[in-house]
Nanobody, 114 residues
Framework: QVQLVESGGGLVQPGGSLRLSCAAS????????MGWYRRSPGKERELVVL???????NYADSVKGRFTISRDNAKNAIYLQMNSLKPEDTAVYYC????????WGQGTQVTVSS
């Protein structure tokens, strides 16, 4: 079992920045993949970024150049730095990892509005 706890969501103006955090209950060295998804109102959940173990991040076209995934191995944490936020980035963001099974966090709301 892997527990994931997200934090860092909130309300931000267009053009602003937020950093989401995801704390894992296991060593992230043991994970096969890690990443972030989001679900906007009235839409299906969509991939934001996926990072395979030992690989390079795969970003959705809509966030390339604005969002960056990173990790802190010592803290077993995964981050999503979001810059130049747009109203269409408004969504619930979910941390996702795969070990033996896929695991999801509870989600954190990001609202981009003036």
């Amino acid at each position: 079992q892997v527990q994931l706890v997200e934090s860092g969501g909130g309300l931000v103006q267009p053009g602003g920045s937020l950093r989401l955090s995801c704390a894992a209950s296991v060593s992230i060295f043991t994970l096969n993949t890690m990443g972030w998804y989001r679900r906007s109102p009235g839409k299906e959940r969509e991939l934001v970024v996926l990072l395979p173990s030992g690989g390079t991040p795969n970003y959705a076209d809509s966030v390339k150049g604005r969002f960056t995934i990173s990790r802190d191995n010592a803290k077993n944490a995964i981050y999503l730095q979001m810059n130049s936020l747009k109203p269409e980035d408004t969504a619930v963001y979910y941390c996702h990892v795969r070990k033996d099974w896929p695991y999801w966090g509870q989600g954190t709301q990001v609202t981009v509005s003036s």
